[in-house]
């Protein structure tokens, strides 16, 4: 009997002393993990700060562009064919090959913009090729210059920035170069549009 005693005293001394020493750890490991946990949360923060710091010095230094993460992730407005890319090249090339990266956004922009007007068609070839009562709206397209262009690294990058929505052109569906043009069509040009802008050697009209 007294032995039975002695076995219940002694597991729940065995147990109080357990509680005890998983409070005192307990205790212990959250003064400690604290500090030691901010410390090194705090010094492994710094070292990346560092790291990124150093990379962008380094590859400004080195001349490369730092390009933000939304422009490269930047999608395209337009979603266009083959065929419709490789026009809408052609013709910025054959109608603003002289002018600068501006002169050739612009021509592309006009482009793009009857696209998505109802009164001119639906696709960008459709645009380049049509005719009014029988004449070209694109004089290149029947001179040769259309198919006979070399594309420049100038004009695949505004067309591309024309298709990633880039926009200067205030809405402009026409433009001619007034030194270059015949008489009777800057009549109508005069006449019947409305002059928005002269950029390089083109006037822009809506």
């Known amino acids: 009997m007294y032995k039975k005693y002695l076995l219940i005293l ?6 109080l002393f357990s509680s005890w020493i ?3 750890e307990l205790k212990i490991n959250r003064i400690a993990a604290t500090q030691a946990f901010r410390m090194e949360y705090l010094g492994a923060t710094m070292e990346e700060d560092r790291k990124s710091f150093l990379e962008v010095v380094a590859c400004v230094s080195s001349g490369q562009r730092v390009v933000d993460y939304e422009i490269l992730e930047q999608e395209m ?6 065929q ?11 109608e603003a090959g002289g002018e600068d990266a501006y002169g050739k956004l612009l021509v592309a922009n006009v482009v793009l913009n009857r696209v998505n007007n109802e009164r001119f068609p639906d696709t ?3 645009v380049v090729m049509q005719k009014g009562q029988g004449v070209a709206q694109f004089t290149p397209t029947v001179d040769g210059r259309f198919q006979n262009v ?10 591309e920035r024309a298709l990633y929505g880039e926009d200067i052109s205030q809405g402009a569906l026409f433009f001619c170069a007034r030194n270059a043009a015949e008489s009777g069509k800057l009549e109508w ?18």
């Open 84 to 94: 419709d890319y490789d026009s809408l090249l052609r013709i910025v090339e054959a």
């Open 189 to 206: 040009f005069d006449r019947k549009l409305t002059k928005l802008f002269s950029y390089g050697n083109h006037e822009f009209f809506v």
């Open 22 to 24: 998983c409070v005192k």
């Open 10 to 15: 002694l597991l729940i001394n065995l147990t």
């Open 77 to 82: 407005k337009y979603q266009i064919s083959d």
């Open 124 to 126: 960008v070839t459709e």
């Open 150 to 159: 070399k594309i420049s690294e100038e004009t695949y990058e505004a067309v």
